[in-house]
Structures are given as structure tokens and as C-alpha cells.
């Protein structure tokens, strides 16, 4: 079935410090692809998407690519802040079982903590 | 704007007894779903509604039910709460219910089951 694997975590980086977070894929046909981002205490928001192949999607400073040929989708920012400590999920959609019910499927989350 | 609410925002249940997590959007958004969060697991669906009126069961339905007389509310029930039942709740929805469509979340609630 349909997959998505993150990098584990905790990921540690001081200000500034250039941040990656990897996503792999497992999907047929086509999936839409998600960052969601997930701040203490609060729930899930979405941070950003991409819909097709070579799709580029940004927020916020972060970005990720949409890779077909390496089924990834790995988020990147240029400078951290501390405002970005946070749990970053990669999802991608689905549909569920034989019906048009679009679901998300959700790696098991990234933490990222960013020192001063 | 409000956006999606959940109620309550926390509570700890003993088991055996009965609750009803609520959930109330105000997007009009014909599509909500419960997912439950647990450490190491992701999120993984309950149960969904693709309109007011259906409901349909998600990946992990055991021991939930829903349902949906509106387009504004979607409120999940645990008829006897178990401990692995502990978990944090959320709600989500979107405009549709196909496949791509962003869903949008509430703030969770927390549920502890002893």
C-alpha cells in the first residue's frame, strides 16, 4: 500500500543553520504531496503542497520539490529560526479503499528543535 | 475566523465509560474526518464523511462511531473507552472529499483513558 517514511528525529540545529528534512514516497498514479507543520500544544497546519511531478512548493521560507523519479518530497529552509521548532509532517493523498473519500497518509512526524 | 473547534481540549476518561469528542467547522466544508495521533504512528483515520448525511469508516474504526446531521458538525463517540484508546484527536475537514483535497485541522483534543 501507500507510504510515507521521514527521517527520524529529533533534529537539532542552531539559528540560521540550513535545515533538510527527508521524505520518501510510496504511491500509485499520482498523489498530491504535504508538508504539514504541527507548533507545541496546537494542531496540524498546512505549510505547504505540490500536485504534479517537478511541482515546487514554498512557505514561509521553507520549500520542497515534488521528485517523481526518486518518489520524494524533502523539505528544505536556507536559515532556521527558533520560531521553527516544531513537528513537521510529510503526507501524501490517497484515496480511500474503492471510494473517491481522499485521505491523507502521514509519515510518523520530524521533530526539529532550534537553539539560539 | 474560527475555522475548525474541538471540544474539550483534554479530559481524562475512566474506562468502560462512554464520551463524545465534538468537532464544529465553519468553512462549510463538505468533507470532515477524525484522525487519532500516537507517538511513532503518524496520524491515522477513524472514520470520515464525505456530505452531511454519510459517514464511512477510516482505518482504524473499532471501537468509534460518528455522525454527521449537518454540514457543520462531526462528533465522535467512544461507547466504552479502553486505554489504548489514549490518544490525541483531531478533526479535520475540506472543501471536498476527493483525493488531493487539503484538509484543514483543529487544535486536537488530548484523551486520556485510565
Known amino acids: 500500500g501507500n507510504s510515507v517514511t521521514q527521517m527520524e528525529g529529533p533534529v537539532t540545529l542552531s539559528e540560521e543553520a540550513f535545515l533538510t528534512i527527508n521524505c520518501t514516497y510510496t504511491a500509485t498514479g499520482y498523489p498530491s504531496l504535504f508538508w504539514y507543520v504541527q507548533y507545541p500544544g496546537e494542531g496540524l497546519q498546512l505549510l505547504l503542497k505540490?500536485?504534479?511531478?517537478?511541482d515546487k512548493g514554498s512557505n514561509k521560507g521553507f520549500e520542497a520539490t515534488y521528485r517523481k523519479e526518486t518518489t520524494s518530497f524533502h523539505l528544505e529552509k536556507g536559515s532556521v529560526q527558533v520560531s521553527d521548532s516544531a513537528v513537521y509532517f510529510c503526507a501524501l493523498s490517497d484515496r480511500f479503499g474503492s471510494s473517491n473519500t481522499g485521505k491523507l497518509i502521514f509519515g510518523q512526524g520530524t521533530t526539529l528543535q532550534v537553539k539560539p | 475566523t474560527a475555522g475548525i473547534t474541538q471540544a474539550p481540549t483534554s479530559q481524562i476518561l475512566a474506562a468502560g465509560r462512554s464520551m463524545t469528542l465534538r468537532c464544529t467547522q465553519d468553512?462549510?466544508?463538505?468533507?470532515m474526518y477524525w484522525y487519532r495521533q500516537d507517538l511513532g504512528l503518524g496520524l491515522r483515520l477513524i472514520h470520515y464523511s464525505n456530505t452531511a448525511g454519510t459517514t464511512g469508516k477510516g482505518e482504524v474504526p473499532d471501537g468509534y462511531s460518528v455522525s454527521r446531521a449537518n454540514t457543520d458538525d462531526f462528533p465522535l463517540t467512544l461507547a466504552s473507552a479502553v486505554p489504548s484508546q489514549t490518544s490525541v484527536y483531531f478533526c479535520?475537514?475540506?472543501?471536498?472529499?476527493?483525493?488531493?483535497?487539503?484538509?484543514?485541522f483543529g487544535p486536537g483534543t488530548r484523551l486520556l483513558v485510565l
Open positions: 468553512m462549510r466544508h463538505n468533507a
Open positions: 479535520a475537514s475540506s472543501p471536498y472529499s476527493g483525493k488531493g483535497e487539503t484538509q484543514y
Open positions: 505540490a500536485t504534479k511531478a517537478d
